[in-house]
Nanobody, 124 residues
Framework: QVQLVESGGGLVQAGGSLRLSCAAA????????MGWFRQAPGKEREFVAA????????YYADSVKGRFTISRDNAKNTVYLQMNKLKPEDTAVYYC?????????????????WGQGTQVTVSS
C-alpha cells in the first residue's frame, strides 16, 4: 500500500508560479515511478508529468513542457511539481500518482495509487 498526500495548491494570477508537493508513505518510495495528472471540471483526467524511480528521467505533456518541472527527493519521500508561467487553462485539481509496476507513464490507468488532489486556480 502507498498513501499519497498532495499540498501546495491555491489561487494565483496568470504568469505566476506554484510548487506542488506530494508526500508518500508505505512502500519504499525509491522503488516506483511517480506522475502528476490534472482534471478540470467536465473534462477527462489528463497527464501532466512523470518521473522515474531514480529521478533521472522525466516526461511531460506538450501543454506544460518548458513551464513545469517534475522532481523527486527520495530521502524525503516526496515528489514535486514546479509550475511557472501559469495560464488560466492550467486551472484544475492536480493529483499525484504512484506506478508500482511497468506501464505507459502518460496513462492514468497505469498508476496504482492516487492522492486526494489539490486545487490549482489561475486567474486571468
Amino acid at each position: 500500500q502507498v498513501q499519497l498526500v498532495e499540498s501546495g495548491g491555491g489561487l494565483v494570477q496568470a504568469g505566476g508560479s506554484l510548487r506542488l508537493s506530494c508526500a508518500a508513505a508505505g512502500r519504499t518510495f525509491s522503488s516506483y515511478d511517480m506522475g502528476w495528472f490534472r482534471q478540470a471540471p467536465g473534462k477527462e483526467r489528463e497527464f501532466v508529468a512523470a518521473v522515474d524511480w531514480s529521478g533521472g528521467s522525466t516526461y511531460y505533456a506538450d501543454s506544460v513542457k518548458g513551464r513545469f518541472t517534475i522532481s523527486r527527493d527520495n530521502a524525503k519521500n516526496t515528489v514535486y511539481l514546479q509550475m511557472n508561467k501559469l495560464k488560466p487553462e492550467d486551472t484544475a485539481v492536480y493529483y499525484c500518482a504512484a506506478q508500482i509496476g511497468v506501464g505507459v507513464r502518460s496513462i492514468a490507468s497505469a498508476y496504482d495509487y492516487w492522492g486526494q488532489g489539490t486545487q490549482v486556480t489561475v486567474s486571468s
